[in-house]
């Protein structure tokens, strides 16, 4: 095997605790140096707040692994400051092509839309990933990060804290924390430590994951094969990725010996026989993988809070892994630091459950269809997905039934105690609960609107002209004007132009949108009074938990 | 082409499929066969609509190559 890519190795001090023999009790522990981990670190560092790091390398990931990274995803990223190097980097793409046999069937676009600053996927190697962003979280320099740290084991003290057991080359420590996440991945030992384990699924089916460096004219595509004349009956998949690699996966079968599969030997006449004898290739790095769709009953556990794999997996046709994760932390770094500074009631933790399990369960469900058109179990199965296929050249209906997997999506959290529901019939816009568009705007500074939300709370009021509107001056929340007209004279105020973002909002003047710091929609208001905006932050914080609307008392 | 329609129609899609593959759990071949052909004749009797039915019989039969 050879690698485009050299591993950086980062120094692994000494901890203080092994020094001086003390046992610290820190804020936040992460567990996890992967990308769900250390995009936590990164968000927290962006809300202020230091953390602890623990990873057992010291270096980033060996292989590929998650290669597709969702434009919600890169919105977060874009958060934490490292979204332009990934996009510069990867591949971006947006069409999906798919063959059935020896013809192709048709094609889609993911992103019709333009006016959005992330595209909707690129493709990037998770050691890229990771790479950037430990030097973001570097220069930001509130983690404290520990390589060559690994967590054995965790237990939850009488007062409610956890305990952390952690291995180093230079003996073995204690460190306390009053909230651990724990990012440790698929066969988490902290989940093990916890006595807990996955609910679900295990599909009986076996997939072949090759990247291979090579010179080819593949154009930026995903592109799917059901039944190929070159892997007989079975599924492939292609993607391309930076550096000439790309990823083929091959559906192998529930008998297939992934020790065997996994030989060069055979891994590569499978890629021959897809790219022809005359391609000049080398593997970079070669895994097998089974499905599973299951996860953790509650994610919450006391102090600990598990994020990405170690919570939940699904099958990767949709990438629904690595951006699944990157969701969770979204959703739950500003908890936790809302928490831990004491603004507000530990019980807005409970709510990542509320808001993350049903996003799992989202995954899990367009994962596990996905998983079962791949694999027919019945011959009914069988014959349905090829009538699908033969139709689905010419006629469109069919087209919406053949699955290769549903690309991730941002979840809404529809139901939660923390969204205040709409008192009137919107047009359009994202609804409480739903991630905020993007749009361009002009403004004294970035001129996309994502670029003006996030890590707090922000009221976005819209107004015909930007002199026209004095802003409401609401505690813990900012204003930012968005006008169609008028001039971006303060940071605050965002200029419409073309009307984009009245457009993707269903926005008049007088409608303002209140923003949670995760970008996600907490309430909105045709015409809104400064009341029903702090009823609706107080609701959002988890300050209230009534899901009707009140008088304020002694408003 | 009358008036079937061929854009698609139908919300949630995925889980019509989930579903329909779901009511052929544990039958056998024979069995499934006659589900699905209890299922075209309920839903042909639900369009009622001769002119319908035929352009999807037309449709149906065609060969992947798009002829007749």
């Known amino acids: ?555 | 082409m009358a008036d079937l329609i061929t854009e698609p129609n139908l919300a949630d899609v995925d889980g019509f499929y989930e579903r329909l593959i779901a009511a052929h759990a544990g039958l056998d071949d024979d069995a499934s066969r006659q589900l699905n052909a209890k299922l075209i004749l309920l839903l042909a009797n639900h369009i009622g609509d001769n002119a319908i039915l035929d352009t999807a019989l037309k449709l149906a039969r065609r060969a992947r190559d798009g002829s007749d």
């Open chain 1, 1 to 555: 095997m050879v690698s485009s890519y050299t591993h950086p190795r980062y120094a692994a001090a000494v901890p203080p605790e092994l020094s001086d023999g003390s046992v610290r009790r820190v804020p936040v522990v992460i567990v996890g140096g992967g990308p769900v981990g250390l995009a936590a670190a990164g968000e927290f560092a962006r809300l202020g707040r230091e953390t602890v790091l623990l990873d057992e390398d010291d270096t980033v990931s060996t292989g590929s692994r998650a290669i597709c990274w969702a434009k919600r995803s890169l919105e977060v990223f874009d958060r934490i400051g490292v979204a332009d190097r990934m996009v510069d980097k990867g591949v971006v793409w947006k069409l999906g092509r798919l063959f059935h046999r020896d013809r192709e069937v048709y094609n889609f676009d993911l992103l019709p839309e333009d006016g959005h600053k992330m595209p909707a996927f690129i493709n990037l190697q998770q050691y890229y990933v990771e790479d950037y962003l430990v030097d973001a979280v570097t220069a930001l320099g509130k983690t404290d990060m520990r390589w060559k740290n690994r967590a054995i084991n965790l237990e939850v003290l009488r007062d409610g804290a956890a305990r952390l057991t952690v291995v180093t080359p230079h003996g073995q420590y204690a460190i306390e924390a009053e909230v651990v996440l724990a990012a440790d991945g698929v066969r988490s030992p902290i989940r093990t430590s916890l006595g807990l384990d996955f609910e679900g699924k295990v599909f009986e089916d076996r997939f072949l994951i090759a990247d291979v460096r090579m010179k080819a004219d593949f154009p930026s595509e995903r592109w799917f094969w059901f039944e190929p004349p070159f892997h007989s009956g079975q599924s492939v998949l292609l993607h391309k990725q930076p550096d000439d690699v790309y990823r083929i996966d091959f559906q192998l079968g529930w008998d297939a010996d992934p020790e065997h599969e996994k030989k060069p030997e055979v891994v590569i006449p499978r890629l021959k026989q897809m790219l022809g004898e005359g391609v000049a290739f080398d593997l970079e790095w070669v895994s097998v993988y089974t499905f599973t769709c299951r996860r953790m009953a509650r994610f919450r556990h006391g102090p600990v809070f598990f994020v990405g794999d170690s919570a939940h997996v699904v099958s990767p046709f949709g990438a629904r892994g690595g951006n699944g994760g990157i969701q969770d932390i979204d959703d739950l770094c500003w908890k936790v630091d809302r928490v831990l500074k004491g603004e507000t009631p530990a019980a807005l933790l409970d709510t990542y459950d509320d808001e993350r399990i049903p996003a799992a369960d989202e995954n899990i469900l367009n994962s596990t269809r996905s998983t079962d058109f791949m694999t027919p179990k019945s011959q009914a199965s069988a014959d349905f997905r090829e009538a699908a296929l033969e139709m689905a050249a010419d006629l469109p209906f069919a087209r919406r039934i053949v699955n290769s997997g549903r690309l991730s999506m941002p979840h809404t959290y529809r139901v939660t105690p923390l969204n205040t529901s709409d008192d009137e019939v919107w047009a359009g816009g994202p609804a409480p609960g739903a991630p905020a568009l993007d749009a361009p705007v002009l403004a004294k500074s970035a001129p996309w609107l994502l670029n003006h939300l996030g890590h707090r709370l922000v009221a976005l009021h819209f107004t015909e002209h930007a002199s026209a509107v004095e802003p409401f001056a609401i505690d813990g929340v900012e204003t930012v004007v968005v006008a169609r007209q008028g001039q971006a004279s303060r940071a605050t105020t965002l200029i419409d132009p073309d009307g984009t973002v009245f457009r993707r909002y269903a926005a008049h003047d007088g409608t303002v949108y209140l923003i949670r710091p995760d970008q996600h929609v907490a309430a909105r208001f045709g015409t809104a009074s400064m009341a029903a905006v702090e009823r609706a932050r107080d609701r959002a914080l988890g300050l209230v938990h009534d899901q009707q609307p009140r008088r304020a008392a002694g408003a």
